[in-house]
């Protein structure tokens, strides 16, 4: 095996430092930009009557919008459960987590991801963090949050390939360019094709490069921890892989997230006129959730506007995308807030009866960071 400090290289995930200071200035960031977007963008593209349309908005058509993100996040939470905690994953460790447990990472990673975007690291790092603390190794961590993603990201990569190549050819109504449809799909194929080929990776891969190597020099060091971490990628793709084969239900929570989440966008389109045809708005929301890649929180700026490019490269109107999508993103953003900022505090809590020590000769794991009015530093 590799030694402990190329092990542990391999899975340090991302370090986020959540201190009070940190947090409200990502909050005025955040309300910021949502300022200048609410209320500055529709100005600036000449959309005078943008709010006139808001102020009309249907409100059955946002009540069930509200409705449906709610559904997309317990769609998150029994995906979460069925990769970490159900009788099929068998994972070590994982005993502590149940309903409510769950329900509280998946809800503060929720909003971790909504205030600190990066393609979600905020979210990852809290996720992590708390497992750990559970009780769970690093490579189980690793490899289950591996997983998880290798499902949700199967599904959006899917869909890119899916709706892009149907929308090109008219298989599905609508129509658009070569780039805002093939482009997609292509990259969708390219990143399923490299996942699978990191699911092939043998067994022996780590094992091998540690025996023909020394920790001494730092090639050596080096090629250890990529083969670590290329083991524990592959390990975690083939996890998914297995879960999928065990056709447990759950799973669909992996489909669920994406498409009530969609369905609110849709539904916001509703609510303040027509909507454009089904396979646009998906394709047009994933290529804007590409702007979650951008450090920005939450997303904002970058995912809007990208899906109202998207649109406008449709051919959809663009004062009816900036509604919708502003409108969307006012749910999508801010909705998870709240609850998901009350149990990031419930899972401190939680944290800390974890490590209360049950008996006298019980040992209490390390102190938690932030234990005396700073927030924790997840690692």
Same mark, same amino acid.
């Given at each position: 095996?590799?030694? +402990?400090?190329?092990?542990?290289?391999?899975? +340090?995930?991302?370090?986020?430092?959540?201190?009070?200071?940190? @947090?409200?200035?990502?909050?005025?960031?955040?309300?910021?930009?949502? @300022?200048?977007?609410?209320?500055?963008? /529709?100005?600036?593209? $000449?959309?005078?009557?943008?709010?006139?349309?808001?102020?009309?908005?249907? /409100?059955?058509?946002?009540?069930?919008?509200?409705?449906?993100?709610?559904?997309? #996040?317990?769609?998150?939470?029994?995906?979460?459960?069925?990769?970490?905690?159900? /009788?099929?994953? =068998?994972?070590?460790?994982?005993?502590?987590?149940?309903? !409510?447990?769950?329900?509280?990472?998946?809800?503060?990673?929720?909003?971790?991801? =909504?205030? #600190?975007?990066?393609?979600?690291?905020?979210?990852?790092?809290?996720?992590?963090?708390?497992? =750990? =603390?559970?009780?769970?190794?690093?490579?189980?961590?690793?490899?289950?949050?591996?997983?998880?993603?290798?499902?949700?990201?199967?599904?959006?990569?899917?869909?890119?390939?899916?709706? $892009?190549?149907?929308?090109?050819?008219?298989?599905?109504?609508?129509?658009?360019?070569?780039?805002?449809?093939?482009?997609?799909?292509?990259?969708?194929?390219?990143?399923?094709?490299? #996942?699978?080929?990191?699911?092939?990776?043998?067994? $022996?891969?780590?094992?091998?490069?540690?025996?023909?190597?020394?920790?001494? !020099?730092?090639?050596? !060091?080096?090629?250890?921890?990529?083969?670590?971490?290329?083991?524990?990628?592959?390990?975690?793709?083939?996890?998914?892989?297995?879960?999928?084969?065990?056709?447990?239900?759950?799973?669909?929570?992996?489909?669920?997230?994406?498409?009530? +989440?969609?369905?609110?966008?849709?539904?916001?389109?509703?609510?303040?006129?027509?909507?454009?045809?089904?396979?646009?708005?998906?394709?047009?929301?994933?290529?804007?959730?590409?702007?979650?890649?951008?450090?920005?929180?939450?997303?904002?700026?970058?995912? +809007?506007?990208?899906?109202? $490019?998207?649109?406008?490269?449709?051919?959809?109107?663009?004062?009816?995308?900036?509604?919708?999508?502003?409108?969307?993103?006012?749910?999508?953003?801010?909705? /998870?807030?709240?609850?998901?900022?009350?149990?990031?505090?419930?899972? !401190?809590?939680?944290?800390?009866?974890?490590?209360?020590?049950?008996?006298?000769?019980?040992?209490?794991?390390?102190?938690?960071?932030?234990?005396?009015?700073?927030?924790?530093?997840?690692?």
């Amino acid at each position: 095996m590799a030694d +402990d400090r190329a092990i542990e290289a391999a899975h +340090d995930l991302p370090r986020v430092r959540f201190t009070k200071g940190r @947090l409200l200035a990502f909050l005025v960031v955040a309300v910021s930009v949502a @300022l200048f977007l609410y209320f500055v963008l /529709p100005k600036l593209l $000449g959309l005078q009557q943008t709010w006139n349309r808001v102020a009309r908005g249907d /409100p059955w058509w946002l009540g069930l919008a509200a409705v449906l993100e709610v559904l997309s #996040f317990a769609c998150y939470v029994v995906l979460f459960r069925a990769v970490f905690t159900s /009788p099929s994953a =068998r994972v070590p460790g994982a005993a502590r987590i149940g309903r !409510r447990e769950s329900y509280q990472i998946t809800m503060a990673s929720l909003a971790a991801t =909504r205030l #600190f975007a990066a393609a979600g690291a905020g979210g990852i790092a809290l996720t992590a963090w708390a497992l =750990r =603390r559970a009780g769970l190794g690093p490579r189980a961590v690793a490899a289950r949050m591996l997983a998880f993603l290798t499902l949700l990201y199967g599904v959006y990569m899917a869909t890119f390939v899916v709706t $892009g190549v149907g929308l090109y050819t008219g298989a599905f109504p609508g129509s658009g360019p070569f780039a805002i449809t093939i482009g997609p799909a292509i990259l969708g194929g390219v990143v399923i094709v490299l #996942f699978l080929a990191v699911a092939s990776l043998p067994a $022996g891969f780590e094992a091998s490069v540690t025996r023909w190597t020394t920790a001494e !020099r730092w090639l050596g !060091r080096t090629a250890r921890w990529v083969a670590a971490l290329s083991a524990t990628a592959a390990t975690g793709v083939r996890t998914a892989l297995d879960l999928v084969r065990s056709r447990n239900p759950a799973l669909l929570g992996a489909v669920g997230w994406w498409a009530f +989440d969609i369905a609110v966008l849709w539904a916001c389109f509703h609510a303040f006129g027509s909507a454009p045809p089904e396979a646009v708005i998906v394709l047009a929301y994933f290529v804007g959730m590409l702007g979650n890649t951008l450090p920005l929180p939450g997303g904002i700026g970058g995912v +809007d506007g990208g899906m109202i $490019g998207a649109f406008t490269a449709f051919g959809v109107n663009v004062e009816a995308s900036v509604v919708a999508v502003l409108a969307y993103r006012a749910f999508a953003f801010w909705l /998870p807030t709240i609850p998901g900022t009350v149990a990031y505090f419930q899972l !401190r809590r939680t944290v800390h009866r974890w490590r209360t020590p049950r008996s006298p000769t019980a040992v209490a794991p390390p102190e938690l960071p932030g234990a005396c009015g700073e927030l924790p530093s997840y690692t």
